[in-house]
C-alpha cells in the first residue's frame, strides 16, 4: 500500500477540519476558506492519485489489498478531520 499517498491524504483531511473550526470562528472571508479548502487542500491531497493505485492493487495484488487502501484512507482521513475539528475547537477554547 503506498503509504505516502495515504499519509498525504489524511494530513490534508486534518488541516481541512482544523481550517473549517478557525475559520468560522474566526469570521474569514469565504473567498479565504476557499482558497485553503479548495485551492490548498484540494491540491495537496492526492485523491486521484489514491484512485490510482487502488485499481493499480486490484490488477496486480487483488481486491484485499485494495479493499485495505480504501478503508484505510477514507476511515484514517475521516478520523483526521475530526481531531483536525477538535484540535480547532480546543485552541478556541483556550483563546476564550
Not at 52 to 77: C, F, K, M, P
Request: aromatic fraction near 10%; proline fraction near 1%.
Amino acid at each position: 500500500m503506498p503509504v505516502n499517498i495515504l499519509i498525504v491524504n489524511v494530513l490534508g483531511s486534518f488541516i481541512l477540519g482544523f481550517f473549517s473550526v478557525m475559520s468560522t470562528a474566526l469570521n474569514l472571508d469565504q473567498k479565504y476558506t476557499l482558497l485553503v479548502a479548495v485551492g490548498f487542500c484540494g491540491s495537496f491531497t492526492t485523491m486521484s492519485s489514491f484512485e490510482l493505485e487502488t485499481v493499480n492493487l486490484i490488477d496486480t495484488q487483488g481486491l484485499r489489498l485494495a479493499a485495505l487502501e480504501i478503508v484505510a484512507n477514507v476511515g484514517l482521513s475521516f478520523i483526521a478531520v475530526v481531531a483536525g475539528r477538535i484540535l480547532g475547537y480546543a485552541i478556541l477554547g483556550l483563546m476564550l
